[in-house]
């Protein structure tokens, strides 16, 4: 439960300014995606109405991240077609959130630019498990990911603003005390980042499946997950979580605490996982890191602006 003394409200109402809505673009190939019967001239015009997102749209595609050992992409329709649509939507939401991860350190353990590498990382990640496991959402995951922790940035946003230092406090206090920067959350009685990430996703309109994974991220237990009732997406919320926990342990980027509660057997079991197959996965996530560190560099050089 959310403590009775934070008015979220209020806080998201705060933060507006500081966190840019997502581009119309993101939400007009949401909705051409949504149809099963989509063409590709339909995801074309949407992409091609903005000259500057297929730009980066191209680049993107034409990285080892993306494109792996296929022919260099030239085109929008060559680059949907290499990439798919659900992809290329991804695409479009990493560039777009990418901006949002953008602000100075505030000191020299923690950076915005740090927690960016942590999500890409468990974007990744998830996408791997999901692939495991032989998931057809695959890329949904990859979304899930991406902007689990979407409440920290608006939390060290809120700092900004405020010119106050909660986030780093909390972040401190994980440090410190060897505990997840949830668990200092709730210590310190701060705003929660689930919380408020989930708010932040329902302003942007986001699928519930972000807006569960987004907001339970931290709960291993579905039976406590309000109002997330398909099994889908109770398994994507676990799948995030393991996603979360095996990034962490390899410690690609930073995303303000070091010590990841480690899944438990449950929660593996509901995923048909054994121990031997989470070292296998683990395996598989170092070598998608390495691709995603490419990506990383891709866009920390300014190829995204």
Known sequence: ???????????????????????????????????????TFAVEDVMTADQ?????????????FYRGNRERVTDANEAIGTLGFEKIRNVVLTTSVFKMFSGPSAEEKFSLEGLWKHCLGVASASRCIANYLGKSWHE???????????????????DESEESEDFIRDSQTSLDKKINFFKSELINQSPRHDYLGFLICKNWGLSNYVEGVVRWHHEPNPENRQKVTS????ELIDLVILANWAVN??????SGHENPDTPSDALLSR???????????????????????????????????
């Open 249 to 254: 342990v390899q410690k690609f980027g930073f």
């Open 231 to 234: 099994e889908d997406a109770n």
């Open 271 to 305: 995923l048909n996982l054994h121990n031997t197959q989470v070292d296998q996965i683990q395996t598989d996530i170092e070598n998608e890191l390495k691709m995603t560190e490419d990506f990383c560099d891709l866009l920390d050089n300014g190829t995204m602006s």
């Open 140 to 158: 949904r995951a990859y979304t899930c990911g991406l902007v689990h922790d979407i409440g920290k940035v608006a939390r060290f946003k809120l």
């Open 1 to 39: 439960m959310e403590s009775n003394s934070i008015n979220y409200e209020y806080l998201v109402n705060q933060i507006q300014r500081n966190l840019p809505t997502l581009p119309t673009i993101v939400n007009e190939l949401t909705n051409v995606l949504q149809n099963p019967d989509a063409s």
């Open 52 to 64: 500057s997102m297929t730009m980066k749209i191209l680049r993107v595609a034409n990285t080892s």
